[in-house]
């Protein structure tokens, strides 16, 4: 593990949070119940929205020592499945073939994946960049 390496950049943050209050910006720093929360409320009224527009680089940080830097990239992965998950590509990406097939075929298992992918991307490249 690569200690304090900036595993999430903060430019990437704020071009999230311009969709913020879909939850975007919070399932990116890995916080996928608050996510959750503003994607059905469109963060929360809007008000925690731009309140996180001050949150980001303390967000940024957390997320910079909570996860393990390697030779996947967050930001490489997050912009996958951003623009392209419903065909897999993020998980091509990070080595996972068979689910990456069934992404392709099945457009995200019927973009239902595309939920659990947000709740757990930064958690599958975790665990990619910690194997051995």
């Not at 469109?42 to 030779?71: C, R, T, V």
């Not at 967050?74 to 065909?87: A, K």
């Not at 990070?94 to 019927?110: D, E, R």
Request: net charge negative.
């Amino acid at each position: 593990m690569i200690e304090n390496e900036d595993t999430h950049y903060k430019s990437i943050g704020y071009i999230l949070w311009i969709f913020g209050f879909m939850g975007s910006h919070r399932f990116y720093y890995g916080r996928p119940i608050t996510g959750t929360i503003y994607f059905f409320t469109l963060g929360i009224f809007f008000i925690g929205w731009i309140i996180d527009l001050f949150l980001i680089p303390g967000m940024d940080k957390e997320a910079d020592h909570q996860y393990s830097a390697g030779n996947k990239d967050y930001n490489v992965s997050w912009i996958l499945l951003t623009f392209l998950g419903m065909f897999g590509v993020h998980r091509f990406y990070l080595g996972k073939w068979v689910t990456g097939l069934i992404w392709f075929f099945t457009g995200g298992l019927f973009l239902l994946g595309y939920l659990y992918d947000y709740w757990t991307l930064n958690e599958q490249i975790d665990e990619v960049n910690n194997a051995v």
